[in-house]
């Protein structure tokens, strides 16, 4: 008796469908887009500056630390990272001009309403200097940043509501700059230390 053939499927197309699957899922997929902080570095010094030691009064900076452990000091006080807005907010607008607070400059600001106190903004001095451990987690390092920038942002809102009327996303351009002048993001971030190794 003969043996019988089974029928075969034939196969050779099949290189030709994996490709194109393989184009359709590289052309419909989306890749997730990294994103990191915003923060603008200042511009390269000339090479043939001279160094100047700039001197800083000490109640003009406030020192927010965040340990290995994931806990905050800011100034002298351990908080809570949802108290650490507050606390900015106080220490950068000084509301009773406390001595202990960062000094303001009343200044004239180009593109300020003259309606505006002609023109003129009382600026603060005040700097926040970021120092965390290497052993800090990022997640409490991200919170930290949100909460620092939250606070800057917060009084940019207060400053054009009370100076343009509006949220400081409605305005222009140009009203955002008087507004970033009038209210600078002030933050210097240390080098991480190790402060297990000693």
Same mark, same amino acid.
């Given at each position: 008796?003969?043996?019988k053939?089974?029928?075969?499927?034939?196969?050779?197309?099949?290189?030709?469908?994996?490709f194109?699957?393989?184009?359709?899922?590289?052309?419909?997929?989306?890749?997730?887009?990294?994103?990191?902080? =915003?923060?603008?570095?200042?511009?390269?010094?000339?090479?043939?500056?001279? @160094? %100047?030691?700039?001197? &800083?009064?000490?109640? !003009?900076?406030?020192?927010?630390?965040?340990?290995?452990?994931?806990?905050l000091?800011?100034?002298?006080?351990?908080?809570?990272?949802?108290?650490?807005?507050?606390?900015?907010?106080?220490?950068?607008?000084?509301?009773?001009?406390?001595?202990?607070?960062?000094?303001?400059?009343?200044?004239?600001?180009?593109?300020?309403?003259?309606?505006?106190?002609?023109?003129?903004?009382?600026?603060?001095?005040?700097?926040?200097?970021l =120092?965390?451990?290497?052993?800090?987690?990022?997640?409490?390092?991200i919170? @930290? %940043?949100?909460?620092? &920038?939250?606070?800057? !942002?917060?009084?940019?809102?207060?400053?054009?509501?009370?100076?343009?009327?509006?949220?400081?996303?409605?305005?222009?351009?140009?009203?955002q700059?008087?507004?970033?002048?009038?209210?600078?993001?002030?933050?210097?971030?240390?080098?991480?230390?190790?402060?297990?190794?000693?």
């Amino acid at each position: 008796m003969a043996k019988k053939k089974t029928p075969a499927i034939n196969s050779s197309s099949t290189a030709d469908i994996a490709f194109l699957l393989l184009c359709y899922f590289l052309m419909t997929t989306t890749m997730g887009s990294q994103t990191g902080l =915003q923060r603008r570095l200042p511009p390269m010094p000339d090479p043939n500056q001279k @160094v %100047q030691d700039q001197k &800083v009064n000490r109640r !003009n900076i406030i020192v927010v630390k965040i340990n290995s452990a994931d806990r905050l000091l800011a100034g002298s006080k351990p908080m809570d990272v949802s108290e650490l807005k507050d606390e900015i907010k106080i220490f950068l607008t000084n509301p009773a001009n406390d001595p202990n607070l960062p000094e303001r400059e009343d200044k004239v600001v180009e593109g300020l309403p003259t309606s505006y106190r002609g023109g003129h903004y009382a600026i603060s001095k005040g700097v926040i200097s970021l =120092q965390n451990d290497r052993g800090t987690s990022y997640a409490a390092y991200i919170a @930290v %940043q949100n909460e620092l &920038v939250k606070a800057i !942002n917060e009084l940019r809102d207060d400053a054009s509501m009370t100076i343009y009327g509006k949220k400081f996303l409605n305005l222009s351009e140009d009203e955002q700059d008087v507004i970033k002048e009038c209210i600078p993001q002030n933050i210097s971030e240390a080098e991480p230390k190790d402060v297990a190794k000693k």
